[in-house]
């Protein structure tokens, strides 16, 4: 059995969808399109190459999170990574849209986008997490829930 | 342009709130077991009328506070944990998929509830009907 990665501290991802989810919010109503490429790249240097490497995960272990107590739970870092990629390919359509002329559809991929961080940083409830959870459970991978 | 895109914002943002309460309503529900699922063994009840069996694995970070207040609010209870990967069989006999999972068996060994997750145990403990 493959060794279980070191867990995480939670807030850390939801702070990095906080900000994704502003900035894309902020780029629609304002049609600043390069924030889609922009995000796409900030997204896949923490997913591709862990949390030190992400702009806001680390600006989150650096600045934010040693002001705050411990975490009270700690979690599984392969869900939200796993999410964090489903976001960068989602983000990487979004530009080639726009690249293309498809302005709305763009802008529609984004806000799925903003939508799903949204309801992650607010509320816990992370899509692309629990569909890794389900090809988890599929595999017969047990993981913790939380 | 502008106001236009505010509210399309502003309505994203209640449809995020809605589905996020009907999510947490759907998550934290606590299921009857089915008749179908086996007996809990006499040699983890131990002869107790009540026994709380707390499924977990090594990352499961909620599953410590669980067992805790478990021994806590239900003392006259035998509470057993078990780590779902050392021990496949069971965990496969009950079908347990993640951690934690808790099982409220009576003295027959019968499961009386089944909670996935920290959430349907807080609100079981909120409501333990």
Known sequence: MARSPTPIDPRGPRFNQAVLTLA???GFVFDWKPVAPAFALVLLLGAA???RYGPFLRLYAELIKPRLQPPSELEDPRPPRFAATVGVVILTAATVAFAAGATTAGWT????VAVLAGLSATTGICVGCEMWLLVARRRGTLVSNS | MIPLRLLVVVVLAFAVLLV???YRQWRGKV???????PLVPM???AGAERTWVIFTTPLCASCGPIEARLRAADPDANVVRIDAIEQPRLSHAFKVRSAPTVLLADGEGRVKARLVGAE????????PT
């Open chain 1, 24 to 26: 894309l919010l902020i």
């Open chain 2, 20 to 22: 996020a309460r009907l």
């Open chain 2, 31 to 37: 299921r009857s077991d089915k008749p179908a699922t």
């Open chain 2, 43 to 45: 040699s983890i009840r």
């Open chain 1, 109 to 112: 991929l984004a806000l799925i």
């Open chain 1, 49 to 51: 190459f862990g949390t």
């Open chain 2, 120 to 127: 349907a145990f807080e609100n079981y403990v909120r409501n």
